[in-house]
């Protein structure tokens, strides 16, 4: 069977109209126990049980992050953005600057020590410990 003849041809009318939502993605760390309590940290929230080979952090709107130790080979960088409180963002970046993290404003990492201020909100990027490229802000980008 070809992958034509496997796949259905759906056209817009067919598509399901349940919302899709994202339940868990692995996050790859050299050393899962650290980088997983170092995200809880800053974000001030709880490690969750272990499930396997992976750490959770939940974040609190039925996504789970999975930490997941690779040790085989380097660590790919990856992008993780989360939507915080106003309230808790000033406490956040507090948290990095007594773990002496360095925060940037955007997210090539050229404006140390500074936020920005995007859509009306507050934003950061800093780095976890295997290089992950991590975001804080308070407003969703306003996408067309």
């Not at 953005?81 to 007594?98: H, K, S, W």
């Not at 404006?111 to 995007?118: A, H, M, S, Y």
Request: glycine share 8%.
């Amino acid at each position: 069977m070809s992958h034509d003849q496997q796949q259905p041809n759906l056209n817009s009318s067919e598509l399901p109209t349940a919302t899709v939502q994202l339940n868990h993605t692995v996050v790859y760390a050299t050393d899962r126990q650290l980088s997983v309590e170092f995200l809880a940290a800053v974000l001030e929230l709880k490690v969750g049980a272990p499930f396997g080979p992976f750490l959770p952090i939940d974040l609190g709107n039925g996504v789970t992050l999975d930490y997941y130790e690779f040790r085989d080979g380097p660590i790919q960088s990856q992008h993780y953005a989360f939507l915080v409180p106003d309230t808790r963002f000033d406490a956040m970046i507090a948290r990095l600057e007594v773990l002496g993290v360095t925060y940037y404003a955007d997210p090539s990492h050229t404006e140390p020590g500074r936020t920005n201020d995007l859509f009306g909100g507050h934003g950061a990027y800093f780095a976890d410990p295997d290089g992950h490229n991590m975001e804080i802000m308070t407003r969703p980008y306003a996408r067309p």
